[in-house]
């Protein structure tokens, strides 16, 4: 995956490759995410049906905006 593939076209950050640890008590669109820096963030997973804990997804501006490939979960 290039940096071009994950930078957004509105604002032109880079989204980033999270792990997802665990969905909020209170409401299921919403789940704790871990960075490759170990770095933790509430993030909206609405967008991804059926996310599970374990999943990498790609994350920017605090949602969920893509399911990372199987190959690319690692990286997460």
């Given amino acids: 995956m290039t940096n071009d593939e ?8 880079l989204a980033e ?10 409401d299921p669109e919403l789940a ?8 933790r963030c509430v993030v909206d997973v609405g967008l991804i049906p059926d996310a599970a804990p374990g999943e990498s997804l790609l994350v920017h501006a605090g949602a ?3 399911r990372l490939p199987q190959g690319l979960r690692d990286e997460g």
Avoid: H, S
């Fill in 17 to 26: 490759p999270m792990r997802l640890a665990a969905f909020d008590r209170d």
């Fill in 32 to 39: 704790v995410c871990v960075g490759k820096d170990g770095t």
């Fill in 6 to 13: 994950r930078r957004c076209v509105t604002c032109g950050d």
């Fill in 64 to 66: 969920a905006l893509a």
